[in-house]
C-alpha cells in the first residue's frame, strides 16, 4: 500500500462519521433530475446536518446555484460539485508552516489545552521540520504540569532533538529566554515552545504569554514568528470556541487539527476555515510520529463528500 493511500484509508476511517452522513443526505436530496430551488435547499440541510455549518452551507448552495441551477444533475456529480465547493473553501487556509526567520531561530509558540494532543503534536512537527533537515530544539515552557515536562522529554529523546527545560513550577519566560539563546548559539533552525493550557483563569494565561512575548521581543524583536494553535476535532464546536478564546489571549496565527482518526467529525475543519479564515498548518490522524501531515485542502474535501 503506498504512503499516499495509507493516509487516505486513515483520513477515510476519521471523516467516516462526516462522509457517510453526507454521502447519506446527499443521495436522499437527488430524487430529481434536475437542480431546482427545492433540491438546493434539500442540499443546504444535508450540508448543516452534516456539521460543515451554516455559513459554509450557504456559501456552498449559492456557489452550486450559480454554476448548476436548472441543469440536469447526477447523484455523483452532486457530491463531486460538493467536494469541489469545499475544497474551495479550505484551499485558502491550507498554508504549510515555513521556515523563513533570519536571524534564526524561528520561534514557534505552540499552544491549546491540555488533552488537545498539544505535546504529541509539537514532537510531530519537529519530525516534519527534521525531514526537510532542519536543526531543531524544543522547549518546556508548560512548567505547571511535571508530566508536560516529562512527557516532552520522552519525545525529545524519541525524536532526537535538544529540550531546554528548568524546574516544574518555574518561570517560562526565563526557560524560553534560555532557549533562545542556546538556539542562537548553536545555530538551530527552528525553536518550538510548549506553554500552559490552562483556559480557567484567561488572565493568568495572558500575562503568561505576555512575558514570555516581551522576553522573546527583546532577543528578536520579529519573535514570536509563529503562534499555532492546537485543536482536538473530537471536540467539534468547542473546539471553534477555544479559536475565539486563544485568538484573544495568544494572537493565534494558525491551527494544527489533530484526533481525525475514529469519530472524528470533519466538518469542524470546514467551519474553522468558512469562520476564521485562519491558516491551517498541518492535520493528525493518528499516534505515530509520522502521522502529522501538511494539510490537503482537495483530499480532504473529496474525503468529506465521499468521493475519495
Known amino acids: 500500500m503506498s504512503d499516499k493511500q495509507s493516509w487516505t484509508d486513515r483520513l477515510f476511517g476519521g ?19 434536475r ?34 441551477f436548472g441543469l440536469e444533475i447526477t447523484e455523483r456529480e452532486l457530491k463531486e460539485a460538493v467536494a469541489e465547493e469545499i475544497a474551495a473553501i479550505l484551499r485558502p487556509v491550507a498554508v504549510p508552516l515555513e521556515i523563513t526567520a533570519f536571524p534564526r531561530p524561528q520561534v514557534l509558540l505552540v499552544i491549546g489545552v491540555n488533552g488537545s ?29 511535571a508530566a508536560a515536562i516529562g512527557q516532552l522529554q520522552t519525545w525529545a529523546e524519541r525524536v532526537g532533538v535538544p529540550l531546554v527545560r528548568g ?4 518561570d517560562p519566560a ?17 525553536l518550538i515552545v510548549d506553554t500552559a493550557g490552562r483556559l480557567q483563569n484567561k488572565r493568568e494565561l495572558m500575562d503568561e504569554l505576555a512575558k514570555i512575548r516581551k522576553v522573546l521581543g527583546r532577543l528578536n524583536p520579529e519573535a514570536p514568528h509563529d503562534v499555532v494553535l492546537v485543536l482536538d476535532a473530537t471536540n467539534g464546536q468547542n473546539a471553534l470556541s477555544q479559536i475565539d478564546v486563544f485568538k484573544e489571549v495568544a494572537g493565534v496565527t494558525g491551527l ?16 474553522a476555515a468558512e469562520q476564521y479564515g485562519l491558516p491551517i498548518h498541518a492535520i493528525g490522524v493518528g499516534e505515530k510520529i509520522d502521522d502529522l501531515r501538511p494539510f490537503d485542502p482537495d483530499l480532504l474535501a473529496r474525503v468529506i463528500a465521499g468521493v475519495a
Open 15 to 33: 471523516f467516516r462519521k462526516t462522509s457517510e452522513k453526507l454521502t447519506s443526505n446527499l443521495t436522499e436530496v437527488v430524487g430529481t433530475a
Open 35 to 68: 437542480l431546482d430551488d427545492a433540491t438546493l435547499d434539500d442540499v443546504e440541510d444535508a450540508l448543516i446536518l452534516s456539521d460543515l455549518g451554516p455559513s459554509a452551507a450557504a456559501r456552498i448552495r449559492e456557489k452550486l446555484r450559480e454554476k448548476r
Open 117 to 145: 494532543g498539544k505535546t504529541t503534536t509539537i514532537a510531530k512537527l519537529a519530525h516534519l521540520f527534521q525531514e526537510d533537515d532542519y536543526a531543531v530544539m524544543l522547549a518546556a515552557g508548560d512548567t505547571f504540569r
Open 167 to 170: 524546574p516544574e513550577g518555574g
Open 174 to 190: 526565563s526557560i524560553v529566554f534560555d532557549a533562545v539563546k542556546k538556539a542562537t548559539e548553536i545555530g538551530t533552525d527552528v
Open 256 to 271: 494544527v487539527m489533530t484526533k481525525l482518526d475514529g469519530t472524528a467529525r470533519g466538518g469542524v475543519l470546514v467551519q
